[in-house]
């Protein structure tokens, strides 16, 4: 059923899980079903995720419709997220679309021009009943696996001087994660959850969960980690799964023979992932 995601994350929060957030590759279908298999046979609420680079093949309202649609199909808590939109307009976009969460992230701009435009979606967003996400910290994206210079582990005192300015539902803290595949083992700073955790309760999330140590990931959930971001990992799984549907079936000339058997594969991934953020049954 489609839903926001704040009392869920709330929920997460308390109770010391944290609930999946999928990129589903500007819309696709086969990918959005196997969340949602996944969410309906696990009982967990699922969160899928649309960054707009991904959305340029099939438009961001495509996306929408899909993850509608096929969330109306299960009964457990099922949102659509803008994820990292770039600027005010996009944001007011997704509202109009019909997304039920946004994020706005200002992590490259001065705390107080950060908080400025965040307060200027929440206040929009607060109009359509949709929760925001914001981040500080700026999230590096990885060029072959190597950061070439990390600045995005986050000031705790900065989290609270950005949070004296503006009070976003959610927030996004760089603690030395990246989007993309690590090289060797990334270096996270759960320190910083744990300090900014003593000033506030706010639900937190964490970007760039692919190839990070479970270990890791179970504690930052422990510091308070209500959302997980999972995106490479999907995209090259799903990728995987309908080469290995190529080789293996007598498809025939069928894609939706292709498209089925990647699909079942992939919501055996998101299970694991469902897994590792011990949201399954709190649906």
């Avoid at 991904?54 to 309202?61: E, I, K, L």
């Avoid at 967003?125 to 072959?144: H, K, S």
Wanted: charged share 25%; hydrophobic share 40%; net charge negative.
């Amino acid at each position: 059923m489609l839903t926001t995601n704040l009392e869920t994350m709330k929920k997460a929060a308390r109770e010391g899980y944290a609930v999946p957030a999928i990129n589903t590759q500007g819309g696709n279908y086969d990918i959005i079903r196997a969340c949602c298999k996944a969410a309906q046979e696990m009982r967990s609420p699922m969160i899928l995720a649309h960054y707009v680079s991904t959305g340029a093949y099939s438009g961001n309202d495509f996306f929408v419709e899909v993850a509608k649609w096929c969330a109306n199909k299960v009964d457990v808590p099922v949102s659509i997220h803008l994820d990292h939109g770039a600027d005010f307009d996009i944001c007011m976009e997704a509202l109009k679309l019909g997304f039920t969460s946004v994020m706005i992230d200002g992590s490259t701009r001065p705390i107080e021009e950060n908080a400025a435009m965040t307060n200027e979606v929440i206040k929009v967003a607060r109009c359509f009943g949709v929760p925001v996400e914001a981040e500080i910290g700026e999230l590096q994206r990885l060029d072959n696996g190597v950061v070439q210079e990390n600045k995005n582990i986050a000031d705790p005192e900065q989290v609270r001087e950005f949070l004296s300015l503006c009070q976003p539902d959610t927030l996004a803290i760089g603690i030395g994660n990246a989007h993309g595949y690590y090289k060797g083992k990334p270096d996270i700073h759960l320190d910083v959850l744990e300090n900014v955790r003593k000033f506030t309760d706010i639900p937190l999330v964490l970007h760039g969960c692919t190839g990070m140590e479970e270990s890791i990931v179970k504690d930052a959930i422990k510091l308070g980690v209500a959302k997980i971001n999972f995106g490479t990992e999907i995209r090259y799984k799903y990728v995987q799964h309908y080469q290995e549907a190529l080789e293996k079936l007598d498809h025939q000339g069928h894609s939706w023979k292709l498209s089925q058997y990647a699909s079942d594969a992939l919501a055996e991934d998101v299970k694991k992932i469902i897994e590792l953020s011990g949201s399954a049954g709190k649906a």
